[in-house]
C-alpha cells in the first residue's frame, strides 16, 4: 500500500512521502476512512490525525510499517520527558498510534511495557456553591444563561447542550433525551421545572426562524451515515 498526503495539503508539509493511486488511498485517507467507519467523533479524527502526522514525522518520515514498539515507546516517552504533557495527552497519543497500528495496518503491537507514563496529578475538584452557581448565572442572560442553566440543572456536557433537539425534550415528563453522548450512549436525564418556560420561549424563537428559513429555500439540516440518502425529504 501506498501512502499519501490528504487532498488540499502541499506533499512538502506530509510526513509519509509518495501519494496514492487508485483504489489504493494514502495513509491519511486510510485512516480517516477506517475512523469514519467506526463512528468516532469529529474531533477525535482530527487528534488521532494530528498525532499520527507527528508520530511519522518524528521518525525521519519512514514508512509506519517500518516502525514498531521501539519507536512507539520512545515518541510516548519523550512526551511524557522532554515534552512535558499531561497525562491524558499521552494516553491520547497511544490510543491514536493503537488505531493506526491495529486498525489501518493490521499489525498488533506487544504490550508497551518501557513506556515512560506521564504523571497524573492527584487535585482535589473545584466545586461551586449553590449561592455561588446562582451569583454566576445572576450575571449572565438570553441564550448563554438558558444553556448555562441547562448545562448545570441537567449534567449534560457542553457539547450535549448545544446539539439538543426540540423532538428530545419531554415537558410533559420533565425529562431530556440526550442522544449520542459521551461513548455513543443515549440516556435521560431531568428538566428542572424552572427552565420549562425559558426553554419553551427559545424553542417558539427557533420555531419562527426555522420558518423564515424555510421560506427563503434554507431550514435544511445535516443527516448523518447516510440518512440524507435514504431520506430525502428528511432533512
Not at 467507519?37 to 499520527?52: D, F, M, P, V
Not at 428538566?191 to 424553542?203: D, F, G
Request: proline content about 6%; overall charge positive; some cysteine.
Amino acid at each position: 500500500m501506498s501512502y499519501a498526503p490528504e487532498s488540499g495539503e502541499k506533499s512538502r508539509t506530509d510526513p509519509v512521502p509518495g501519494r496514492g493511486t487508485p483504489g489504493r488511498p494514502g495513509l491519511f485517507a486510510e485512516v480517516q476512512r477506517r475512523i469514519r467507519l467506526k463512528h468516532y467523533s469529529l474531533r477525535t479524527e482530527r487528534a488521532y490525525l494530528g498525532w499520527i502526522r507527528r508520530f511519522v514525522a518524528a521518525n525521519g518520515r519512514r514508512h509506519p510499517r517500518e516502525l514498531g514498539a521501539a519507536e512507539v515507546e520512545a515518541f510516548l516517552s519523550a512526551l511524557a520527558v522532554r515534552g512535558q504533557v499531561a497525562a491524558s495527552t499521552q494516553n491520547q497519543a497511544l490510543s491514536a498510534l493503537l488505531f493506526l497500528y491495529r486498525e489501518v495496518l493490521g499489525v498488533e503491537l506487544p504490550w508497551l511495557e518501557n513506556v515512560v507514563r506521564a504523571k497524573r496529578p492527584q487535585r482535589l475538584p473545584t466545586v461551586l456553591a449553590a449561592g455561588e452557581v446562582a451569583r454566576l448565572l445572576a450575571c449572565m442572560e438570553g441564550r448563554p444563561w438558558l444553556l448555562a442553566s441547562l448545562l448545570y440543572g441537567t449534567g449534560m456536557r457542553l457539547m450535549e447542550g448545544l446539539r439538543l433537539r426540540v423532538k428530545d425534550v419531554d415537558f410533559a415528563r420533565l425529562e431530556i433525551l440526550v442522544r449520542d453522548g459521551k461513548g455513543g450512549k443515549d440516556r435521560r436525564t431531568v428538566l428542572p421545572r424552572s427552565l420549562v418556560e425559558p426553554l419553551q420561549r427559545e424553542l417558539e424563537r427557533v420555531r419562527l426562524l426555522h420558518d423564515r428559513d424555510l421560506g427563503a429555500g434554507g431550514g435544511r439540516v445535516w443527516l448523518p451515515h447516510a440518512l440524507a440518502r435514504k431520506y430525502p425529504s428528511a432533512a
